[in-house]
């Protein structure tokens, strides 16, 4: 069975950093495509990052240049750093893993979800 487990999330000021990680289980990171979506308040889900089994990122537009993502395979674990963070960047954050159909970002479709962690940037 397939568990994402998300940490890393809080509060910081506006153009700091913060590091997400984002441990799975019952998958190997190294063969899966992971990501990164995000939910603002009031808006839909949207992807943010992903990183493909072969290694190539995609990043959406509006995290370009502050955000990386990065995976260690032997941990089994995604990483998200988050750095010159906005206000726009409060959100709550979900690792996501292909497999099981699902929501499509980047040609990744994504079926496994983690329960989120909460990022709040202050102005």
């Known amino acids: 069975q397939v568990a994402l487990q998300e940490s890393g999330g809080g509060s910081v000021q506006t153009g700091g950093s913060l590091r997400l990680s984002c441990k799975a289980y019952g998958l190997p990171t190294s063969q899966t495509c992971m990501g990164w979506f995000r939910q603002r308040p009031g808006e839909e889900r949207e992807g943010v990052a992903n990183?493909?089994?072969?290694?190539?990122?995609y990043y959406s537009d509006a995290v370009k240049g502050r955000f990386t993502i990065s995976r260690d395979n032997a941990a089994n674990t995604v990483y998200l750093q988050m750095d010159s963070v906005e206000p726009g960047d409060t959100a709550m954050y979900f690792c996501v893993a292909a497999g099981g159909g699902g929501t499509y970002f980047a040609n990744c479709r994504f079926g496994n979800w983690g329960q989120g962690t909460q990022v709040t940037v202050a102005s």
């Open positions: 990183i493909k089994s072969g290694g190539t990122i």
